[in-house]
């Protein structure tokens, strides 16, 4: 299994702020890779798909780059409602695997 | 507007079966395949299974800790999709999401508590 691993686990940062997290996959990956953002309680929300496509909706303040093995979601400028877990995801080759997932909190 | 809502979880005994199901609409459901996803109680995301749609002879996808054991299958006349879960174990406990494809939309997810 293709193993995902986000660094940091954690972060703080405060509003205004530019963030990276990063993804690194144990085996390289074609562009099949998403980024997902989930606030406690509630579902996952789609970001970014196929490294660097922006789903429907989403602020232009996040963006998706990378390739290979090491791939990057950042936020701009970090806005109140950005505090939340992100989870990247692999959908290159079975079985899908997800990253254990990095939780931004407010400083 | 795309939504998607899950339905048919519940307590249910170890080794017992439960039938969840994703009613879907705002979308051509007949042109994506559909995945399924679970979240362990304060843990993190884990992807159980994916079926494609018809043009790909809706076939199916498991990860490796619930294949054999459960079943994704769909209903395109009705735009559900389903996860049919046998045997369960107590690690099964968790809310089960729905998802458009590989990286769509999500349902609010349903809660399966697998325990005696």
């Known amino acids: 299994d293709i193993q995902m691993t986000q660094s940091p686990s954690s972060l703080s940062a405060s509003v205004g702020d530019r963030v990276t997290i990063t993804c690194r996959a144990s085996q390289g990956l074609r562009n099949y890779v998403a980024w997902f953002q989930q606030k406690p309680g509630k579902a996952p929300k789609s970001l970014i798909s196929a490294v660097s496509s922006l789903q429907s909706g989403v602020p232009s303040r996040f963006s998706g780059s990378g390739s290979g093995t090491d791939f990057t979601l950042t936020i701009s400028s970090l806005q109140p409602e950005d505090f939340a877990t992100y989870y990247c995801h692999q959908y290159d080759r079975y079985p899908y695997t997800f990253g254990q997932g990095t939780k931004l909190e407010i400083k | 507007e795309v939504q998607l809502v899950e339905s048919g979880g519940g307590l249910v005994q170890p080794g017992r079966s439960l039938r969840l199901s994703c009613t879907t609409s705002g979308f051509t459901f007949g042109d994506y395949a559909m995945s399924w996803v679970r979240q362990a109680p304060g843990k993190g995301l884990e992807w159980v299974g994916f079926i494609r749609n018809r043009a790909y002879g809706e076939t199916t996808e498991y990860a490796a800790s619930v294949k054999g054991r459960f079943t994704i299958s769909r209903d395109s006349s009705k735009s559900i999709a389903y996860l049919q879960m046998n045997s369960l174990k107590i690690d099964d406990t968790a809310v089960y999401y729905c998802?458009?494809?590989?990286?769509?939309?999500w349902g609010q997810g349903t809660l399966v508590t697998v325990s005696s």
């Open positions: 998802r458009v494809g590989d990286y769509g939309q």
